[in-house]
């Protein structure tokens, strides 16, 4: 492997680094730039060596389930809600901690300063590697660049996925839809090479009937076969690319989902689109970005969307201390309020229940201002002790029994 290094400069170059000059863990220096570039090395291995000890306890923190204790599903949702991180982000340490516990040359490494947090980063990607990948892949990091740690890490993975097992490839599936709050959301997911093509097909099929097509027998032959044809979109080989066809793409993606639901339309409320309407005529998705009137108009058409309406106040239902259940309308207007999430900190559960704060065995009656949304673990861990204090339409306040 080809590498460059940097050549360190003389003493007298780099003049003294002391106190006068900062050091590790202090003030910047203010001397030479060469002692301000040895500080900022220095700083950045000493960060990098605290970054090490936190992952290590972290990774302990995890495997003692001590998120559970303060009430969070797991150390994901403890970091979004404890400590601030992005949910990417507290996936991406988690998966760190996990594989520097695992992996004590990488760990070593890393906390003594030998390679930097961005390629550990890097290298703890290559899950499952054995020791003596480890030690490979820290002597690339040592004698080379965050590049060269990248790309060998990549075909580390490349030639490590070939000799992968089904029902591992099977465990990587999954699909995110990712809102990008400016109009759109972005689909992201994994499939086995097999999904993929049946999706592939589907999708074709249902471009080729927005277009008037009959696919007929020489088509399904011609699919079944592989080979393409001028006379039919269907092929399982690549079609040429066409101006539009990502957006045909979409279109035929949608006419799938809406010809299922066409089919079997859930009752459930939790399952139809939700259109909150003001009195100033705005209109949004619960939980979500505003939408143009033209939008808002069609949907509202739709008779799988719930339209509410909704003043400046918010003007709670009440049904006072006459009945314990939940009205559907009331279930509606605790949903619009609450984002149709569930408000435990750092839970983002869609699948919830409506629970009295107050509890209607102490008196608390059932109005949309003692009710807040619960998924079921933290519905449960309510009635289990649990004390929730404050406003519903502001700021509510979760106690563990344990403090």
Avoid at 169 to 174: K, L, P, V
Avoid at 324 to 345: E, I, K, L, N
Wanted: aromatic share 6%.
């Amino acid at each position: 492997m080809v590498t460059s290094v940097w050549e360190e400069p003389r003493v007298d170059e780099a003049g003294a680094f002391g106190a006068e000059d900062g050091d590790a863990t202090g003030e910047p220096p203010r001397g030479s730039l060469w002692a301000l570039s040895a500080w900022l090395r220095a700083r950045r291995t000493a960060l990098d060596a605290g970054e090490a000890a936190w992952l290590a306890g972290l990774a302990r923190f995890d495997r003692e389930a001590g998120w559970a204790a303060e009430g969070c599903g797991s150390a994901v949702g403890w970091l979004y809600a404890r400590a601030g991180m992005a949910r990417s982000t507290a996936y991406e340490k988690l998966q760190m901690a996990r594989e520097l516990e695992r992996r004590p040359v990488l760990r070593d490494a890393f906390r003594v300063g030998r390679v930097s947090y961005s390629a550990v980063r890097a290298i703890a990607r290559a899950v499952g590697a054995e020791q003596e990948t480890d030690e490979a892949l820290v002597r690339v990091a040592e004698c080379g660049s965050l590049a060269d740690v990248e790309l060998t890490v990549a075909r580390y993975l490349s030639y490590a996925g070939q000799d992968r097992e089904p029902a591992e490839t099977r465990a990587r599936r999954g699909l995110h839809l990712v809102r990008q709050w400016d109009g759109t959301t972005r689909v992201e997911g994994v499939l086995t090479d097999l999904e993929a093509a049946e999706l592939d097909a589907r999708l074709r099929r249902m471009i080729a009937r927005r277009a008037g097509d009959d696919p007929g027998e020489a088509a399904e032959a011609s699919e079944s076969a592989g080979v393409e044809s001028d006379e039919t979109v269907i092929s399982e080989g690549p079609v040429d690319p066409e101006p539009h066809y990502p957006a045909m793409m979409a279109d035929a993606l949608m006419d799938l989902v809406r010809t299922a639901a066409g089919g079997d339309v859930p009752a459930g409320d939790r399952y139809l689109v939700h259109v909150v309407v003001r009195e100033d005529g705005g209109a949004e998705l619960l939980g979500g970005p505003p939408l143009s009137p033209a939008v808002a108009a069609l949907v509202q058409c739709d008779s799988g969307s719930v339209v509410h309406l909704v003043d400046g106040s918010g003007a709670p239902l009440r049904l006072g201390r006459r009945r314990r259940a939940w009205s559907v309308a009331q279930r509606r207007a605790v949903t619009v309020r609450d984002g149709g999430r569930c408000r435990f900190p750092g839970c983002l559960h869609r699948m919830v229940d409506v629970h009295h704060i107050v509890p209607w065995e102490d008196g608390g009656q059932t109005d949309v201002d003692n009710g807040l949304l619960l998924c079921r673990r933290h519905h449960e861990l309510a009635h289990a002790g649990w004390t929730i204090t404050g406003d519903p339409a502001g700021t509510l306040r979760f106690r563990c029994p344990t403090r």
